[in-house]
C-alpha cells in the first residue's frame, strides 16, 4: 500500500524570477517511473516540502504535457523562504497532483472570461495555455489581471503572446503604477475592467483567482452584471496541512478544499466566503 | 454467530486469555473520570465506569503521532518508515465509542487511505460492552449510537445481573476466545439483555432528532445565536466559549490534525509529525503572512457545532455519537443538545 | 559550514530563572556552545561583546531608565530581539506593584526610598519591536531550543499558543473547573508547559502568560460562577500577565 | 598606599548585577571595599501585601531563578508561623531534603560557570 503522507523527490531544473519576491521553480521528480506516470490539470496543486521545515500546498503553473512541473512561488512563509534558499540542482519534497482543478471539459464552446488578482494568475495559466493551444474549441478569451503594482505581476514574458491571441481581449490593471509602465497598465481593480468587457454573461463562464477578497468583490460584481453563479468558478487558499483531505484544516462549508477543490463553484460555496 | 454467556467471577479467566497474547487496554476508573488505559490484571478493569475523558480514538489517532523519520545528508534526503504492529485489544468500550471508531475508520478510508490509522485498526480488536448505565450528558440514542451495540464490535459484552452475555461479531472475536469454554447463552438471557436495553433506553434524559441536524445548520448560518454563544453568552445558562478547544479534543469522531516536522540540533535527522488540533483554535485557519480564515470566536464555535451536526466537510464520518463529553468537559457549560433545540425553536 | 550565529543574553529587571533554564538544557547544552557563538552572557562568562547580535534573549521587564537606554541599543545591534519570558513579555510578577502608588511601595521596602530610582514594570516591547515572544515563567526548554533551532534553519520558530487545555487533554487529565469546581486559568492560558500543574491536581496559576485570543471576560464569569469575588478574580488575573492587553480588563485597568 | 585592586565588574553570582571592589595595601590590609548591587529593585515586599496567603510561595520563588526553593521554603515557614500551623516532621525532612538538594544544584552550577 503507497503511503500518500510520503513526499517523492524532484530536482529543481531552472528558477526563473518573475518579480522581485516570486519565482518560478521548474521541477522534475527524480524517479523517471513517477515522472512519467505524472499527470495534472490546470488547477491543480502540489504538496511541496523541504525535510525539517515543512510541507505547503503550490499551486501548478505548467504548460500542459509537460514532462516537468512549474511552481510559481511567492516568498511569503517558512517553506517558501526554504525552497528560495535552494539553487538549481537541489531537491524538494514532492507529492500530487491533488485537487479537482478548472472545469475544462465542461466548458468547451463556451467564451472564458479570466479574472486574476496577484499570485493568482499560477493557477489559471495552465487554462490560458490551454485556451490557446486548443483555440477553436473555446469562444472569446477575455483576461483581467489585477496587481498591486506592475512589478508585482507574474509571467511578465508571456504578455506579448496573450495581447496577440486570436479572438481574445487582454487587460491589464495596477492599484498604483509608482515607476515605469511598460505594459500599458491601467490603474484600479480588477472590477474596473468590467464596464469595458467584451464578454457577454450570456454564453460566458468566469475563472476567479486571486486573494479572497478580491474575488468576492470580482463575483459580486459579475453577478450584478448578470452572471449566474453558476457561471463562476473560483479557485480558494487555506490552510492545507495534509492536502487529502483528512487533517480538516481546509474546510468550506461542506467541502475540504483540497480534495474537492481548489476550484469550486460560486454557487457551492457563496455563503461561506465571507470578510476576513 | 452464537451467544455464550460467563458468570462475572469468571471474567478473569477471559481477561487472562486475552492478557497472555495481546496487549488490553479498558476503563481503569469507575465512575466519570475514568480513561481507557493499560490493563495488567482483572483488579484495574473497572467495567462500571460511565465515561471516559478522553474518548479511544487516541489508539488510532494519537495525540502525537510520528509520520515518518528523515535523514538529510548533502541535500539528499532519506526517509524512513515506521512500523507499528502493535496488535492490541481495547476491552470494555461503550457503544457510542465503538460507532464513532466506524465512522472515523470510513472517514480515514477512501479514494486516499490513512495507512496509519488503518494499520492500526487492523491491529486492534474491538471488546464492547453494552452501555447500562448511561450517563446525564449522553443522548447516543438520539444519534442511533447507543446506548446498544448492533454492529461494529469484534466481541460484545452485556451485563446481564450476575453474568455477562457475550456476542461474537467477526471472526477475528470468534479466533481469540477459542479453546475457552463457555456456556451458551439460553433464550431467558437473550430476553434479559432486551430488558436491560429497554431500561437503558429509558434513563436517558436528552433526547435530539438528528435527522434536522443538518438542515438546521444550512438554515442558520447567520442566526444570532453564534454570536451569543462566542461573545454573549445565555445560550441555555451557558458563558461564552472559551476557545479552549477541550470539546473537540475529547470528541471520539473529531479527526483535525496538524503536520510539523521536528529536527534535532544537527540539523541532519528528524521527523515529520502529526499533532491533534482543534477548530476552536485561532491558528486552525491561520496562513502565511497572517491571514486567517476563521478569526472570530462565533466562526470556530459555528464551525465545530456544524462538524458534530453533520454538516461540515467530514459530513456524516465527523458527525456527533451523542458520547455528551463535550458537555461534561466544557468550563462554560455549552450543551451542543442545548444549541441544537435553541435554534430549532427560535426559528 | 557558515558562521555560528552570535547569540546575546540579557537580564533587566527579572530573576535570573528563564537563563537558568537555559542551563538546565543539560542534554543539549554542550552541542549549543559548539552550534552558537556565545557573545553576551554575563552570568556565565567573562569576556562579552554586545555588537552586532543575531539574536539576542532579554530577559527581564524595564523598570528604570538606563534600562530603557540599554534595550535601545541592545535593538540597534541585534537582528533578532526576543523576548525571553514573560518579565520581558509583560512584567510578569514584578508587575503587580504596578497597582500600587510607586511611593508607597518604596517606603514599604527601602528606609530612605531617595536613593531608588524605579517606574513602573513594563515588558520590552512597550519600548523597542520585538521579534519573538517566549512565553512562560520560565518558558520551557523545549521551547527554547525550538527557537534556536529555527535560527540555524533560518525560519520562523513554530512557537503554537494553544490553551493549557489542549495539553491537559493530552496528558488525559479531568477538567478541574467542571470537575472539582477549582478556579484553573487554563482555558485563558497559553501552553508549552505540558500541563504540569492540573496533572498533579492543581490548578493553572497562568504563568505562561494569555494564548492567543483569550476569552478573559468569559473566564472571569465562570469564576465569579464558582465563588470567587471581583478582589479573587483580580488577584488571579494581575498575577503574571496583568500587563497584557488580554488580561487588561480583567486585571482592573 | 594601594598596592593592589581586585576590581569586578559583575558577579555571576547575583547574576551579572553586582561588582566588586577591592582596594588592598601593601601589608595586605583592605584600604577601601564597594560592593555595588545595580540590580533594579522589584518591591516584593509591597506587592505581596493583599495577596492571598497560599499565593505567597509561588511569588516569592520569583525573587531569584537561582535559588527560588530557599525562597519558597522560608516563605511557607512565614506563614505556617503566621496562622499557627505546626507541620509534621515528614513535612519538615522533606523540606529539608528539598532545600539541600537546591543548594547542591546551585553550588554545581556557580562552580561549572566560573
Redesign the interface.
Known amino acids: 500500500?503507497m503511503?500518500?503522507?510520503?513526499?517523492n523527490?524532484a530536482i529543481i531544473k531552472e528558477i526563473k524570477k518573475e518579480t522581485i519576491n516570486t519565482n518560478t521553480f521548474v521541477l522534475k521528480f527524480t524517479d523517471q517511473k513517477i515522472a512519467d506516470k505524472f499527470s495534472w490539470k490546470p488547477g491543480q496543486f502540489m504538496m511541496l516540502s523541504v525535510?525539517?521545515?515543512?510541507?505547503s500546498a503550490i499551486s501548478i503553473s505548467s504548460v500542459e504535457n509537460d514532462n516537468s512541473i512549474n511552481a510559481t512561488i511567492r516568498n511569503?512563509?517558512?517553506v517558501?523562504?526554504?525552497i528560495f534558499?535552494l539553487k538549481k540542482g537541489?531537491?524538494l519534497?514532492m507529492r500530487g497532483p491533488y485537487g479537482t482543478g478548472w472545469p475544462l471539459e465542461k466548458i468547451i464552446g463556451k467564451d472564458i472570461l479570466i479574472v486574476a488578482g496577484g499570485m493568482g494568475l499560477a493557477p489559471l495559466y495552465g487554462v490560458i495555455n490551454h485556451v490557446i493551444r486548443n483555440r477553436t474549441e473555446y469562444g472569446h478569451l477575455e483576461i483581467i489581471y489585477g496587481a498591486r503594482t506592475p512589478e508585482n505581476m507574474v509571467f511578465k514574458d508571456e504578455f506579448s503572446k496573450w495581447k496577440r491571441i486570436k479572438n481574445s481581449t487582454f487587460f491589464l490593471t495596477a492599484d498604483e503604477i509608482t515607476r515605469e509602465n511598460p505594459f500599458e497598465c491601467r490603474t484600479g481593480l480588477v472590477t474596473s475592467c468590467f464596464p469595458m468587457m467584451k464578454t457577454h454573461h450570456r454564453n460566458a463562464i468566469a475563472l476567479l483567482c486571486g486573494p479572497e477578497i478580491m474575488m468576492r468583490f470580482a463575483a459580486k460584481c459579475l453577478e450584478t452584471i448578470g452572471f449566474a453563479d453558476k457561471k463562476i468558478y473560483l479557485s480558494l487558499?487555506?490552510?492545507m496541512?495534509?492536502g487529502?483531505?483528512?487533517?480538516?484544516?481546509c474546510?468550506?462549508?461542506?467541502?475540504?478544499v483540497c480534495?474537492?477543490g481548489p476550484v469550486f463553484n460560486y454557487d457551492d460555496i457563496k455563503?461561506f466566503i465571507r470578510p476576513? | 454467530m452464537a451467544s455464550y454467556i460467563i458468570d462475572k467471577k469468571d471474567l478473569k479467566i477471559l481477561l487472562d486469555k486475552f492478557l497472555k497474547e495481546f496487549k488490553v487496554y479498558g476503563p481503569i476508573k469507575p465512575g466519570l473520570d475514568s480513561s481507557v488505559d493499560e490493563i495488567k490484571s482483572i483488579d484495574d478493569l473497572h467495567l462500571e465506569y460511565k465515561s471516559t475523558i478522553i474518548s479511544p480514538k487516541k489508539f488510532f489517532l494519537p495525540p502525537k503521532d510520528t509520520l515518518f523519520e528523515f535523514k538529510i545528508q548533502k541535500g539528499n534526503y532519506e526517509i524512513k518508515e515506521i512500523v507499528n504492529d502493535e496488535k492490541f485489544i481495547l476491552f470494555g468500550l461503550h457503544p457510542c465509542d465503538v460507532n464513532a471508531i466506524l465512522k472515523l475508520d470510513e472517514f480515514f478510508s477512501g479514494k486516499f487511505k490513512d495507512k496509519y490509522y488503518q494499520n492500526r485498526r487492523k491491529n486492534s480488536i474491538i471488546i464492547a460492552l453494552n452501555c447500562t448505565q448511561p450517563g446525564e450528558n449522553s443522548f447516543c440514542k438520539s444519534m442511533n449510537a447507543g446506548p446498544f451495540l448492533y454492529k461494529g464490535y469484534d466481541i460484545l459484552l452485556t451485563d446481564i445481573d450476575t453474568k455477562y452475555l457475550i456476542e461474537i461479531g467477526s471472526d477475528k472475536g470468534k479466533k481469540i476466545i477459542q479453546g475457552l469454554k463457555l456456556n451458551i447463552a439460553s433464550k431467558n438471557d437473550l430476553l434479559k439483555k432486551e430488558k436491560k436495553c429497554k431500561l437503558a433506553n429509558k434513563k436517558i434524559k436528552k433526547i435530539l432528532d438528528p435527522n434536522w441536524l443538518p438542515k438546521l445548520a444550512e438554515e442558520n448560518l447567520d442566526h444570532e445565536i453564534w454570536i451569543d454563544l462566542g461573545e454573549r453568552g445565555g445560550v441555555a445558562g451557558s458563558f461564552p466559549c472559551l476557545s479552549c478547544g477541550s470539546c473537540s479534543l475529547v470528541c471520539p469522531t473529531c479527526y483535525c490534525y496538524d503536520i510539523y516536522d521536528t529536527v534535532d540540533l544537527s540539523l541532519k535527522n528528524g521527523s515529520r509529525v502529526r499533532e491533534l488540533d482543534s477548530c476552536q483554535l485561532l491558528e486552525y485557519g491561520q496562513v502565511a503572512l497572517g491571514g486567517n480564515f476563521r478569526k472570530d470566536r462565533k466562526d470556530r464555535i459555528r464551525h465545530w457545532m456544524f462538524c458534530k451536526f453533520g454538516a461540515a466537510a467530514g459530513s456524516k464520518n465527523s458527525s456527533c455519537v451523542g458520547c455528551g463529553r463535550c458537555i461534561r468537559v466544557c468550563p462554560s457549560k455549552i450543551d451542543i443538545t442545548k444549541v441544537a433545540k435553541s435554534l430549532w425553536r427560535k426559528k | 559550514m557558515a558562521k555560528k550565529p552570535k547569540i546575546g543574553v540579557f537580564k533587566l529587571t527579572g530573576c535570573a530563572g528563564c537563563q537558568m533554564e537555559i542551563f538546565r538544557m543539560e542534554d543539549e547544552f554542550l552541542d549549543l556552545i559548539k552550534l552558537f557563538d556565545i557573545s553576551y552572557w554575563k552570568m556565565a562568562k567573562r569576556d562579552n561583546d554586545d555588537k552586532d547580535l543575531d539574536i539576542a534573549l532579554i530577559e527581564g521587564g524595564i523598570s528604570t531608565p538606563w534600562e530603557i537606554e540599554e534595550i535601545k541599543c541592545i535593538r540597534k545591534n541585534t537582528k533578532f530581539l526576543v523576548a525571553f519570558g514573560d518579565c520581558a513579555i509583560g512584567g510578569c510578577i514584578p508587575s503587580i506593584r504596578n497597582w500600587i502608588p510607586q511611593m508607597e511601595s518604596e517606603e514599604i521596602v527601602y528606609p530612605d526610598p531617595s536613593k531608588i530610582c524605579s517606574t513602573k514594570v513594563h515588558g520590552i516591547g512597550e519600548y523597542v519591536k520585538v521579534d519573538a515572544e517566549l512565553k512562560g515563567c520560565p518558558p520551557h526548554r523545549k521551547t527554547i531550543l525550538e527557537l534556536l533551532k529555527s535560527a540555524l534553519l533560518k525560519i520562523r520558530p513554530r512557537l503554537r499558543q494553544h490553551p493549557v487545555c489542549v495539553e491537559c487533554k493530552f496528558q488525559g487529565n479531568a477538567c478541574l473547573i467542571t470537575s472539582n469546581k477549582l478556579p484553573c486559568m487554563g482555558p485563558v492560558i497559553s501552553g508549552g508547559c505540558g500541563a504540569i500543574c492540573p496533572t498533579l491536581g492543581r490548578i493553572c496559576e497562568g504563568c505562561f502568560g494569555p494564548m492567543s485570543n483569550p476569552n478573559a471576560s468569559a473566564l472571569a464569569n465562570i469564576f465569579r460562577d464558582i465563588g470567587l469575588n471581583d478582589e479573587d478574580i483580580k488577584r488571579k488575573f494581575r498575577k503574571y500577565s496583568g500587563m497584557s492587553p488580554e488580561f487588561r480588563l480583567e486585571a482592573g485597568h | 598606599m594601594t598596592e593592589k585592586t581586585i576590581k569586578v565588574d559583575y558577579i555571576a553570582r547575583v547574576e551579572g548585577q553586582g561588582a566588586i571592589s577591592i582596594d588592598i595595601t601593601k601589608y595586605g590590609k583592605v584600604e577601601n571595599l564597594q560592593f555595588k548591587i545595580f540590580e533594579p529593585p522589584r518591591f516584593f515586599e509591597s506587592f505581596l501585601v493583599g495577596r492571598k496567603y497560599d499565593e505567597v510561595m509561588e511569588l516569592t520563588s520569583r525573587i531569584c531563578g537561582i535559588c527560588p526553593v530557599a525562597h519558597q521554603i522560608t516563605a511557607l515557614r512565614a506563614v505556617e508561623n503566621a496562622m499557627g500551623i505546626v507541620i509534621s516532621n515528614q513535612t519538615r525532612d522533606l523540606r529539608k531534603l528539598m532545600a539541600i538538594s537546591a543548594r547542591i544544584f546551585r553550588v554545581m552550577f556557580s562552580a561549572c560557570i566560573f
Open positions: 500500500m503511503n500518500e503522507y510520503y513526499p523527490f525535510l525539517g521545515v515543512g510541507e511569503v512563509g517558512n517558501t523562504n526554504s534558499s537541489d531537491s519534497g487558499e487555506r490552510r496541512k495534509c487529502i483531505g483528512k487533517c480538516g484544516h474546510q468550506i462549508g461542506l467541502k475540504y480534495k474537492d455563503p476576513l
